[in-house]
């Protein structure tokens, strides 16, 4: 159905690529701890030449795909939306200039390459749809700029991967449009400005090239783009273009073990997107064009990874943002091919429900797939290695409690010291918020200032901050694991050991979520210390707050939605309201986000030896609560 994994290979086709592949591969243990895997093949020229699908287009979609979306967006009333919404860009991208080479701070030229890789997208979709030239005319004058740029910016390897996979779609999917001279200018910019670059980057892995040996979204995407470039042109320079392949599939392993066990992502649900997209893609256009993903689809946990994406999306459509993570996802279009690769059709529904329609989502289109409550997905979800959990009051209620709850790894990429941090959605409004993501052009963001900004100390989640003061306020090499979860009926709950963050000052620090009745959050810190210190709790929050007389209760209010926070434990302990920035202590770098419109509910604890501090977090229905939303303090050890 549509889209056909393996191309149009008969099966004697198919019975001597496997007996090429037996003979003519070597091969060494990618995943070195899991023998379900198999072993790696590295395709050497010969065999490329025997298993290439020898016309095109052949990356991602086969002929047949161009014919069943003429007919698709005819019987599918959302079809025809995309469809209709894609024409009107493409319109519009006809009177607009093409790109010109132009260089941003620290991103480089991947504005431009994105820019040029949506138009090319666009334009020849509706090329092979409408027939005619305009759109391929207009397509060519894009094309021709950036064929003359000086370079694809190697100096920031994604703006390169990326402008290669926009002349690898270019190239393949209107090879029969454009003129021979035509597509010799685009195989030799893909070969010149893309595969080449990119085999230098292995021999420089200390400066453009380190993104080869990177266990994160880089060697992904980098990989991922430079594929589809090799595979576009392999016939007419298949010596570059096999050794582009055999590296990518040298490389690619070392970021997919990421995904393992289940398919969670550490870089937050932003990344995954664009990590899961560029990954998928290559792996799509290895089935297209040569009838295997050589392994790479096996890695473990990529099969669960869809379930990632959709269990950390609240019932507004924003997502549990941790890490330097909008609370989007601008890449979901792989979920399309993830559901039919898997079997997993509900990947497909979440696809129909929150994509920002691309043209692949025309070609890969599911009808099929039901929403996970009539999958009958559970609603709580613990993602291990990650060490993030979810919890839901409900599939499909868009006024139902949402709970993200995070220990994790601050040595992972695009982390913020943020273990313990949690965020709330009920009665259709978020209460406790992630910031997310600072400006990247800020001195230092990445480097040696990454942890004097707000937003990424743990004085800027809801978590916990320990003897505050100048330097990290989380041990940046610390990696917390959820040490308990459990989902039931009437209560869910993780527990995280968050000691590995707060070595330097306590003995113990445990931190507990629970959701109650599927309607009430309860968070639980214990920390035992040798000698007295001081304990910041936090939450960051858009609603309006008032504080009670005694300061032990929190009225929070977002129009017409009401929450309320109450302090259960120790004694004495009371709320104040102070605006989201630095600590007096902490830096204060300039230029940094002023989290305007956001304040921070907070309670301050001095002398702390052994403490069990208990909040409790209720949203207001209007209903009378029940006796069993009063909760009972038990340790943790008990839960």
């Given amino acids: 159905m549509g889209f056909k994994m393996f191309g149009n290979y008969s099966k004697s086709h198919l019975i001597v690529g496997a007996f090429l592949l037996a003979l003519l591969f070597w091969a060494q243990p990618i995943f070195p701890d899991s023998s379900e895997v198999p072993a790696p093949v590295y395709p050497n020229q010969a065999v490329l030449e025997s298993l290439l699908k020898k016309t095109h287009p052949r990356l991602l979609v086969t002929p047949d795909d161009f014919a069943r979306v003429k007919k698709l967006v005819q019987e ?12 009107r860009e493409a319109l519009e991208i006809m009177g607009e200039r093409p790109c010109s080479y132009r260089l941003r701070g620290g991103e480089g030229l991947q504005e431009v390459s994105r820019t040029v890789l949506r138009r090319v997208y666009v334009l020849a979709l509706l090329q092979r749809l409408e027939g005619g030239d305009r759109f391929a005319r207009r397509l060519w004058r894009e094309l021709a ?9 190697p100096a920031h390897f994604l703006d390169t991967a990326e402008m290669t996979h926009a002349f690898a779609i270019a190239y393949d999917w209107l090879y029969d449009t454009w003129l021979p001279q035509q597509r010799a200018i685009l195989a030799r910019a893909i070969r010149d400005k893309g595969l080449k670059p990119g085999l230098q980057a292995r021999q420089k892995t200390e400066t453009f090239g380190w993104w080869v040996k990177s266990p994160y979204n880089w060697n992904l995407i980098c990989n991922g783009g430079l594929g589809l470039g090799a595979l576009a042109v392999w016939e007419k320079y298949p010596e570059p273009a096999t050794r582009v392949l055999q ?16 398919g969670g992502c550490y870089e937050g649900p932003s990344y ?6 560029y990954s998928t893609l290559f792996m799509a256009a290895l089935d297209t064009a040569l009838g295997q993903t050589f392994g790479l689809a096996e890695a473990p946990g990529y099969a669960a990874t869809g379930y990632f994406p959709l269990y950390l999306t609240g019932p507004r459509g924003r997502t549990f943002n941790y890490a330097d993570a909008d609370d989007h996802i601008p890449w979901t279009t792989q979920m399309f091919w993830l559901a039919r690769k898997f079997q997993q059709p509900v ?3 979440y696809a129909r429900e929150t994509t920002k329609v691309h043209p692949l989502d025309l070609l890969w289109f599911e009808s099929q797939g039901e929403g996970p409550r009539e999958a009958g997905l559970p609603l709580d979800r613990y993602f291990r290695g990650v060490e993030v959990a979810t919890f839901r009051s409900s599939w499909d209620d868009p006024q139902g409690v949402f709970v993200g709850f995070k220990a994790g790894d601050n040595r992972a990429g695009h982390s913020h010291l943020d273990l313990g941090t949690f965020i709330l959605e009920a009665e259709g409004v978020r209460w406790a918020l992630d910031l997310g993501k600072d400006d990247y052009h800020l001195p230092g963001y990445f480097e040696e200032n990454r942890w004097d900004y707000y937003r990424r100390r743990a004085e800027g989640h809801n978590t916990l901050v320990i003897n505050p003061g100048p330097g990290p306020d989380q041990d940046p090499e610390a990696a917390a694991r959820i040490v308990r979860f459990r989902s039931n009926p009437d209560s869910s709950l993780a527990i995280a050991d968050l000691t590995p963050a707060y070595a330097r000052q306590v003995k113990r620090a445990w931190r507990g979520l629970a959701l109650r009745d599927r309607r009430q959050v309860l968070i639980q810190d214990e920390i035992q210390a040798e000698k007295p210190v001081e304990v910041l709790w936090a939450m960051h929050t858009a609603a309006e707050v008032h504080l009670s007389q005694d300061q032990r209760t929190a009225s929070l209010s977002q129009g017409a939605a009401r929450l309320t926070a109450r302090i259960l434990s120790p004694p004495g302990a009371i709320f104040r309201i102070v605006s989201a920035c630095p600590l007096p202590l902490s830096p204060h770098p300039p230029c940094q986000a002023d989290n305007r419109g956001v304040s921070k509910l907070t309670i301050h604890l001095t002398e702390v030896i052994d403490l069990r501090l208990v909040v409790v977090l209720t949203p207001v229905t209007g209903k009378t609560e029940s006796a069993s939303l009063e909760p009972q303090i038990t340790p943790l050890a008990q839960w």
């Avoid at 599918?76 to 469809?83: E, G, I, P, S, T």
């Avoid at 950036?146 to 370079?151: L, Q």
């Fill in 76 to 87: 599918n009333k959302l079809a025809r939306r995309w469809y209709g919404e894609l024409r």
């Fill in 347 to 349: 990947f497909a529904w």
């Fill in 272 to 277: 995954w997107g664009y990590a899961t997209f």
């Fill in 145 to 153: 700029a950036a064929a003359r740029f000086p370079d694809w910016h």
């Fill in 247 to 262: 590296e990518a599939l040298r490389s690619l392993p070392q970021a997919l073990a990421k995904f393992a066990p289940d």
